[in-house]
């Protein structure tokens, strides 16, 4: 990536330190919470689900959520959303991070009018 402007070159660094910092509080809290439990986490490792970590890191923690699926369905100038259910994996990684299910549940069922 070319950047000429030194505005563009800071708020660039910027944002890329913001996304560091969150995947590394991530990782810290899930780490922190596996350990203050005395818990090792199953099911991350693709090919290989019984495999546990205590320490997994913030990449793999994210890779158990990329196969959502939210479907908006449109009738009568209304766009109804649906979101697949959470594994039980997905679910325990919610509660190690601090989060209510509801964040992600509260979704489901959704109408939203187009603009």
Known sequence: MYLQRE??????????SIGLRVLNLLEFQVRHNLEKEKEKLAGLYVGN??????????????AAFKEITLLLIEV??????HL????????????????PISIYTQLDGQSFTPE
């Open 76 to 81: 009568k100038n209304e766009i109804y959303a």
């Open 7 to 16: 505005d563009h070159i800071t708020g660039l660094i910027r944002l890329l």
């Open 49 to 62: 689900p019984k495999r546990e970590t205590a320490r997994p890191s913030a990449e793999i923690i994210l």
């Open 84 to 99: 697949m259910a959470l594994s039980p994996l997905q679910k325990r990684i919610l509660a190690l991070l601090g989060f």
